[in-house]
């Protein structure tokens, strides 16, 4: 998969770019609806799911939110296996369009109030509808990009991760802004709509780009295995667990900063603005570092630089959350988020190249695309069901590092399978 940089044309370069900008979109979409989601998980709770007890409106929120994490496996792997089988373009395609319809349902979704048990059904549809959705576009757009990119895989994948620091920087800003603007009335009955609103726009751009795109040629030289989902499952079974494993502290890392405001308002009596802002900050550290570290994996190995990130995950995660528990201020939180941020950064850069690396190219898509996604509906998708339910029956605000230092150590097994089994380095 690797290419001499002297006979890079510039050609290979342009679909390169082509192809970051429209993975880049599809991240960036998937991500800023599931953000969107859990920042206003307090709004969202009272709206549909008014249970009388805060705390189980909020279970219930984020229940729905795990749910719509059971399907994305079977996406992957349906999605996957049909962009192995008929070309990573229009497997691309069809995710986004799938994308659009459960951020649509969204952004419309009617309230208890107008229809009842109803709203919380309607809630969990578009949960699955993106969760599905969502459950095939990292693998194919991961995929594509990798195998696009005629030098560089690890920086040119990054990108996938940097899309995700644009998200989480609109929707912390969108955040922000209503929560500062608005009164609690304007923001309860509407304002909560308008970044799903916003978040439909960006698929039609998507679609235009991705329209455009030509097929891999890894794809088009090779032949597509007749059942990649089978072959996943037996053949490379080793792989499957070894990549999920090595997901870990990416996804616990990313969802540790999208739970911050509900911790924030429930547990620290911070204001939900203070959380918002943090994950602005953090936002912009990915955004910004992910391409670098990315470059940085391209020259001693993405195994190495992710052991570096869950190595730090392990060292700092009880200290940040002993300091945001003695201390709780805007400023100490906005620095916890922030370095949360980088530790995101530095082991979720090199991620989508390693991941590629370990599957052969006839299952690559459907073998990235479940392996993520068990990985993140493990360790990522029930984390704030998890440790909302943990720290109510605890009562212990020390839950969400402990759960960090057990995902960081998962995730250290599997980047050691990744280097001694699959040679990845």
């Known amino acids: 998969m690797s290419t001499d940089t002297s006979t890079v044309t510039p050609e290979q370069l342009a679909a390169a770019r082509k192809a970051v900008v429209s993975s880049s979109i599809g991240a960036a979409l ?8 859990a920042s206003f998980a307090v709004v969202i709770a009272e709206n549909f799911f008014p249970a009388g007890d805060e705390t189980l409106g909020l279970i219930l929120t984020f229940a729905t939110f795990a749910i719509s994490y059971l399907i994305r496996p079977l996406g992957g792997m349906l999605i996957g296996s049909y962009g192995d089988r008929f070309g990573r373009k229009k497997a691309l395609t069809f995710t986004l369009l799938l994308m659009m319809v459960g951020t649509a349902i969204m952004a419309v979704a009617p309230t208890h109030a107008l229809v009842g048990a109803w709203a919380g059904v309607i809630i ?7 969760g599905f959705s969502a459950g095939g576009e990292f693998g194919t757009a991961t995929t594509f990009l990798v195998e696009t990119a005629p030098h560089r895989k690890a920086y040119y994948a990054s990108w996938q991760v940097a899309a995700q620091g644009i998200s ?8 922000f802004v209503l929560f500062e603007t608005l009164t609690k009335d304007q923001l309860y009955t509407w304002g909560w709509r308008i970044p799903f609103f916003i978040g439909i726009l960006i698929g039609p751009i998507g679609l235009y780009i991705r329209a455009h795109l030509t097929e891999t040629d890894e794809f088009t030289q090779s ?10 499952f037996t053949e490379h079974l080793g792989r499957l667990l070894t990549g999920a494993a090595c997901i870990g502290v990416a996804t616990i890392s990313i969802y540790l900063i999208l739970y911050m405001p509900t911790f924030a308002v429930k547990s620290l009596d911070i204001p939900a603005d203070a959380a918002y802002l943090g994950g602005v900050v953090a936002g912009l550290v990915i955004l910004v570092g992910t391409p670098f570290v990315g470059m940085l994996a391209d020259r001693v190995g993405a195994v190495r630089v992710m052991t570096w990130g869950a190595i730090a995950a392990l060292v700092v995660a009880w200290p940040l959350f002993q ?3 003695s201390r709780p201020s805007v400023p100490v939180f906005v620095l916890v988020i922030g370095l949360l941020g980088v530790i995101a950064a530095l082991y979720f850069g090199p991620l989508p190249a390693l991941l590629t690396e370990i ?15 068990i990985g993140v509906t493990v360790m990522g998708g029930f984390a704030p069901l998890a440790l909302t339910w943990l720290l109510d029956v605890t009562g212990s605000l020390n839950a969400p590092s402990l759960y960090y230092i057990v995902v960081a150590v998962i995730s250290l097994v599997g980047l050691w399978f990744a280097r001694v089994r699959y040679d990845s380095r």
Do not use: C
Request: aromatic residues 14%.
């Open 30 to 37: 998937e991500w800023f609806d599931i953000i969107v989601y």
């Open 323 to 325: 300091l945001i528990i």
């Open 124 to 130: 969990l549809i578009s949960r699955v509808v993106q």
């Open 168 to 175: 989480m920087f609109l929707a912390s800003a969108f955040g």
């Open 223 to 232: 032949t597509p295995h007749k059942t990649p989902i089978r072959a996943v």
């Open 359 to 373: 599957y052969p190219s006839e299952v690559r898509t459907t073998g990235v695309s479940v392996a993520y996604n």
